[in-house]
């Protein structure tokens, strides 16, 4: 199956969900002041004659063999992630989640205050949003949220997960 959209398809999550998944983007190539018709004098798909159609089942073919030859062939990403994680949440929270080091324990009021103060176009982040926002981001990273209150105090961590193929 194939899903084409403009925004990130959110899945149920896990490695179930990130075996079946494969997210690419593409370039914006057209617009509204360069279209098909400049490169190719025409449509794409409409106007077409025998030769035109030809041509296409034949790259289509030509694609179906590469993949049963290649199986799938992963496109590197280029702001995939990012614009994932930026969707997800929020693009200040994207900014914010660049300086959060990982397997440290923070003080979640003091990263909420850190947060709130520093991106002050945005309307202030609830506590409860800036978890959901961090369990957001550690999924996307692979990463392991924890968190603990004591005496007032809450803090959190976001673990590195640790592979379990390698025996770790």
Same mark, same amino acid.
């Given at each position: 199956?194939?899903? +084409? ?8 999550? &896990?490695? !179930? ?11 914006? *190539?057209?617009?509204? !002041? ?8 025409? #449509? ?10 030809? =041509?296409?089942? +034949? ?5 179906? =063999?590469? *993949?049963? $030859? ?6 590197? !990403?280029?702001?995939? #992630? ?6 997800? +949440?929020?693009?200040?929270? *994207?900014?914010?989640?660049? &300086? ?7 003080? $979640?009021? #003091?990263? @909420? ?6 991106? +002050? ?7 409860? @949003?800036?978890?959901?926002? @961090?369990? #957001?981001?550690?999924? =996307?990273?692979? @990463?392991?949220? =924890?968190?603990?209150?004591? &005496? &007032?105090? *809450? !803090? ?13």
């Amino acid at each position: 199956m194939v899903v +084409t959209s403009n925004f990130y398809v959110k899945g149920p999550g &896990g490695s !179930s969900d990130r075996d079946r998944r494969n997210e690419f983007e593409l370039d914006n *190539y057209y617009s509204d !002041s360069h279209k098909p018709i400049d490169d190719f004098g025409k #449509e794409f798909f409409s106007g077409w004659n025998d030769k035109d159609w030809n =041509q296409y089942d +034949t790259i289509m073919i030509d694609c179906i =063999q590469l *993949y049963l $030859k290649e199986g799938l062939i992963v496109a590197d !990403s280029i702001n995939l #992630e990012a614009n994932n994680l930026k969707q997800a +949440t929020s693009a200040e929270f *994207y900014e914010y989640s660049k &300086g959060i080091a990982p397997n440290k324990w923070l003080d $979640k009021r #003091e990263e @909420l205050d850190i947060f709130n103060s520093s991106y +002050t176009d945005c309307p202030d982040v609830s506590s409860n @949003l800036f978890t959901r926002w @961090l369990k #957001e981001y550690a999924s =996307q990273k692979d @990463l392991e949220y =924890q968190d603990k209150s004591s &005496g &007032g105090n *809450y !803090s959190f961590i976001l673990k590195t997960v640790k592979d379990e193929e390698d025996g770790e």
